[in-house]
């Protein structure tokens, strides 16, 4: 008889707390479509960790990354989204964690975390369920997973990743601009023995990430990143006009003008307009400028001076690069050795600059990945901040919990954020490493030929005054002539072209 009794009692006991639990979670339930997520989300937390009944624990930690999504907590989202995806499609709310993951994604426009998320979760044996996402949800995540893949060299799968993007996406314009630059890298399968077919490919797939149609995430970056490779893929190919023409179509005082500035002054360089390669440098070094780090403008600017043996201007132009760089390659040498630490090196240029060189700096800060870490982990520290504030919450164990795991969200944005500002403070002092080596090499060899042509008698300044400067020629009929005498307009920088004497005798031009 107790046997019987006891028998009935364990079999009512799990029926009894699975209708407690569905109680409970209908009330958390109707207080989240109330809006009242404060008290929601607690329930919520509750239930997805204490709830006998396995289908309301999941469904609890579905509803609480909503609750913490809508109140404005996408870091918190994020964490609680990335739990349901890491348990598999088992869970009864995978498709709709992984939605809700690329829409908190978009809301921060956050690059590093989420691509890497959906990159370790995109494995074969859930693609044919990701299918069903909505069409614009499988789109963003077939580019963030593209980009992970380009970036670590998958470039095959990056490709089929990227063209599966649709043109009426609104991540196209991105998805193409970074087909063309996965098609156009030296290392793509193939190459280089398909390089005619691949840069072709790459070509059209930039023309593509211009002529987008519809709404476009970041279209005017995007837009210009796509012409700066276009000039990039035909100054490779020796084609310079096209080169030229990719550079001078990126917008005047836009985000990456300056760097359109610099490359075309290359381009210009290669195709033996000289006068057009100062121009552009003049402009890169107007004041407008002035925190720029272009080290290696300098240089080409002493090697454009030095194949029209104009001597003079090529030591001043290198006494110019020395006065501006070599006190910052000195300033630099704390900060790149193997025993700086990522927080030290996060911490150089996310905090108020007092220690780095200046343009290092902008340099630095300046660059998408730093600023999206810096993003980022303010608003890790926002939401600890509403966290202490929210008095309905305290003494549950939401705060703690959530606490721990913005501070490991913290801890893993620093190492990003300071592993990358670590690579680029390195970069810097390299660079200005090899450039000083090569104004060294162009210093000696100017030395060289000055000895030359006063060994052979040749009096070059007598060579300079034969010749006369005359008007740059005129693109249009709209264009005026105004001769620059020291300073800067605004509505000028840009359209700067140099005419320049040879200092050159003519048996030496010939060679």
């Known amino acids: 008889m107790h046997r019987l009794i006891l028998s009935a009692f364990l079999v009512l006991a799990p029926l009894a707390a699975t209708a407690q639990d569905m109680n409970a979670y ?16 607690p329930r919520f937390f509750e239930l997805s960790s204490n709830a006998v009944d396995s289908d309301v624990r999941a469904r609890s930690e579905y509803y609480l990354a909503q609750s913490f999504a809508r109140k404005g907590m996408h870091v918190s989202a994020l964490v609680t989204y990335t739990q349901i995806v890491n348990a598999g499609p088992q869970h009864p709310n995978y498709l709709q964690a992984l939605e809700g993951l690329v829409d908190v994604q978009q809301k921060l426009n956050e690059q590093n975390l989420v691509p890497n998320i959906l990159d370790k979760a995109y494995t074969p044996e859930v693609r044919d369920k990701w299918v069903r996402l909505p069409k614009e949800v499988l789109a963003r ?72 149609k519809g709404e476009q995430i970041a279209r005017d970056e995007v837009r210009q990143l796509a012409l700066l490779a276009m000039g990039r893929l035909h100054y490779g190919r020796h084609e310079y006009p096209q080169a030229i023409a990719a550079y001078e179509a990126v917008p005047r005082y836009a985000r990456f003008w300056d760097q359109a500035l610099f490359e075309n002054g290359f381009a210009r360089f290669q195709g033996e307009d000289f006068g057009g ?82 343009p290092v700096y902008l340099w630095i800060r300046g660059n998408e990945r730093i600023q999206d870490v810096m993003r980022m982990i303010s608003q890790v520290d926002e939401e600890k901040r509403m966290l202490n504030e929210l008095g309905s919450w ?44 090569q104004a060294e090499l162009i210093r000696v060899q100017t030395a060289l030929d000055e000895k030359d042509l006063l060994l052979a008698g040749v009096d ?49 031009q010939q060679q």
Request: overall charge neutral; aromatic content about 12%; some cysteine.
């Open 277 to 358: 390669a100062l121009g552009s440098l003049q402009a890169l070094h107007a004041p407008q400028f002035e925190g720029a780090f272009q080290p290696e403008s300098w240089v080409l600017k002493a090697t454009v001076y030095y194949y029209s043996c104009l001597f003079d201007e090529v030591k001043t132009t290198l006494a110019a690069f020395d006065q501006l760089y070599e006190p910052m390659a000195r300033q630099l040498e704390p900060f790149v050795g193997e025993d700086v630490d990522m927080l030290s090196a996060y911490n150089l240029v996310a905090a108020e600059n007092r220690r780095l060189p200046a």
């Open 26 to 41: 209908n009330q958390a339930l109707a207080a989240f479509n109330a809006g009242k997520l404060d008290d929601a989300a």
């Open 394 to 437: 305290r003494g549950t164990g939401i705060v703690p919990e959530l606490v721990g795991s913005l501070e490991e969200v913290r801890g893993t944005l620093i190492q990003i954020g300071g592993r990358f500002a670590k690579s680029r403070l390195q970069e810097a002092a390299q660079n200005l490493r090899t450039f000083a080596d």
């Open 141 to 212: 995540v077939n580019y963030m997973v593209g980009t992970i893949s380009q970036r670590r060299g998958r470039f095959e799968e990056a490709r089929s990743l990227l063209e599966a993007v649709p043109s009426d996406s609104r991540v196209y314009a991105r998805s193409r601009y970074l087909l063309g630059v996965v098609l156009a890298d030296p290392r793509f399968p193939g190459r280089p023995s398909e390089a005619e077919t691949l840069d072709a490919a790459a070509l059209a797939a930039f023309r593509e990430s211009l002529e987008a």
């Open 460 to 508: 070059q300044k007598a060579v300079l005054k034969t010749q006369s400067i005359y008007r740059p020629k005129m693109p249009g009929a709209a264009w005026n002539y105004w001769k620059f005498q020291g300073e800067f307009w605004r509505d000028e920088i840009g359209y700067y072209q140099y005419t320049l004497k040879r200092g050159c005798p003519a048996k030496l």
